[in-house]
């Protein structure tokens, strides 16, 4: 077999053992995995005149890093709108869509995404301290959490929205005022939807062009894989285009979404979907919900935030979602649930352990569990439940006082229970590591460092929130690494560096486990593999 590609003169870091191998070398075959390491002299001898040789120059090479939770078509399609992530006030909010709404054409949308509810500050969110700037604009603004969005009056008039509505998503809401009108808050996707469906859509071209270009922006950062929480849209259709014409930067692992109020033959087509793909992606797990999330009240808690809101599940009948958890399991389909709340979390693991019980053999995680009671630590490694985990929400989303939206809903003993990473770990859970992107910057490194300082990652000197919770260096390059790789099934051929695993590779002029945590994002990354073909190189390697 000819090979690929050999990088020569490199560090070999084995997240296994956290140490370097005594190796300097690698070769990855025409059939993307790798053939062989040894030293400089043998693996050159491999190559051919098709191959690429690349020295490194005692670069340090990992297995390439994995995000296990990120949504690249929609986050391709939200973040090209404007960007109110960095607003701190309403002023800033109103400054940004008056500026936005100077270079609108008549008539057209005006889209936002990345609105944090502290704006408000304590006010109700909505979007009466904007309607003198939107003033018969078209507008949708989705909050940070992607849970939920703030519509304008035109928006709302178009989309023929004009009272409360009843959706099968229990805690999905068009939220209005005392006298039932809608005050523009728009909670859970179903509620979205409303609006949305009656905005104007990108062409098929340029979602084409936005989600290639995302992955390619992956690529740069390190990325050589995710783990695809949707398949709304056009997804798998964009994701096969893309792999076709040898442009899918990433190497993507996609769950679809099972929502409330699927039947019978929806879930058998949710399991006959399943190991659909091409040569870099696949369909590979069902995504459900169990709550929506704190900042808006639709998270699903044991006792009441302090609005007296997050009260119930997103399932109006959680039994039925327990149902298909084991319908889903018996057919070895392994499911990743949002469950951020308490009393959400503790229903997945229940919901686990009784299809467990019924025997058969799937891996099952939950996503974000931003709150649990220490009861519920130990639960995750007796049932094989991952612990998927976005640590950079509680660095940016949160404060160490507990002044922000989130704690303060929480309350003091809840919001002391945030992202406990390092406690699930410690539980003997396998902690898998994501962004949530576009709900978080996607660029591994500040993954990886956020689960590290736990600070706000625009302000390094703030206090960390619950720094006791921090992962080590170690951990967290696990959890991009080899913990994505086991809860894909994938342990025997990703996450390693070895003859027989995958090409895929990630190229750091620094070494992440000694570089201070904060640090850590302005690591460079030098070179990013794919199956054995180079995605990204930087300039001068």
Not at 288 to 308: Q, S, V
Not at 341 to 353: K, M, P
Request: aromatic share 4%.
């Amino acid at each position: 077999m000819r090979t690929r590609l050999v990088l020569l003169s490199a560090r070999l870091l084995d997240p296994g053992t956290g140490a370097f191998l005594p190796e300097t070398a690698l070769a990855v075959a025409d059939d993307g995995r790798i053939a062989a390491l040894g030293d400089d002299r043998e693996i050159r001898a491999l190559a051919g005149p098709a191959t690429t040789v690349v020295d490194l120059k005692s670069a340090v090479v990992t297995p390439g890093l994995v995000d296990g939770h990120v949504h690249p078509v929609s986050g391709a399609e939200l973040t090209h709108g404007l960007d109110l992530s960095y607003c701190a006030d309403l002023d800033d909010v109103r400054e940004a869509l008056a500026r936005e709404v100077r270079e609108l054409g008549r008539g057209e949308w005006l889209f936002g995404w990345g609105l944090d509810p502290n704006v408000f500050g304590g006010r109700p969110v909505g979007i009466a301290p904007f309607d003198a700037v939107l003033d018969s604009v078209p507008a949708f603004l989705l909050l940070f959490d992607a849970h939920s969005a703030l519509a304008s009056r035109r928006a709302l008039e178009l989309a023929g929205v004009d009272g409360p509505r009843t959706f099968d998503q229990a805690s999905a809401e068009v939220v209005c005022d005392a006298e039932g009108r809608p005050t523009g808050l728009l909670q859970e996707d179903a509620a979205c939807e409303l609006v949305e469906r009656v905005a104007p859509r990108p062409t098929a071209e340029e979602s084409r062009e936005r989600l290639a270009a995302a992955l390619r922006s992956m690529a740069a950062a390190g990325l050589t894989g995710g783990h695809a929480m949707d398949a709304n849209g056009d997804s798998l259709a964009l994701y096969g285009e893309l792999d076709k014409a040898g442009e899918l930067a990433l190497r993507l692992r996609v769950a679809p979404w099972c929502q409330p109020g699927t039947d019978a033959a929806g879930v058998r087509d949710l399991i006959a979907l399943q190991g659909t793909g091409g040569a870099l992606w696949q369909v590979a797990g069902v995504k459900l919900f169990m709550d929506g999330t704190i900042d808006n009240g639709t998270a699903w808690l044991e006792r009441p935030d302090c609005h007296g809101e997050s009260t119930h599940a997103f399932w109006p009948d959680p039994d039925a979602y327990t149902r298909i958890i084991g319908e889903l399991h018996r057919a070895g389909v392994p499911t990743a649930t949002h469950a951020i709340g308490d009393a959400a979390v503790r229903h997945v693991l229940d919901a686990v352990e009784q299809a467990r019980a019924g025997g058969g053999e799937a891996r099952h995680r939950v996503e974000h569990i931003e709150t649990v009671p220490d009861d519920t630590l130990r639960r995750f490694a007796e049932l094989g439940v991952l612990a998927s985990m976005q640590p950079t929400h509680c660095c940016d989303f949160t404060r160490a006082d507990h002044t922000d939206n989130w704690s303060r809903r929480l309350g003091e003993e809840r919001a002391s229970r945030a992202w406990r990473c390092r406690d699930l770990a410690d539980s003997g859970a396998t902690v898998v590591l994501g962004s949530d992107w576009p709900i978080a910057p996607f660029p591994p490194l500040g993954v990886m460092a956020g689960a590290r300082h736990r600070r706000p990652s625009r302000d390094l000197g703030q206090a960390p929130h619950g720094p006791e919770q921090a992962l080590t260096a170690l951990e967290a390059l696990r959890g991009m690494t080899t913990a994505p790789a086991y809860a894909a099934g994938e342990e025997h051929e990703a996450g390693r560096l070895a003859p027989g695993f995958r090409g895929d590779l990630t190229v750091f002029g620094g070494n992440p486990l000694t570089t201070p945590a904060t640090d850590l994002p302005d690591v460079p990354v030098l070179l990013t593999v794919l199956d054995g073909r180079i995605t990204h190189r930087a300039t001068g390697v």
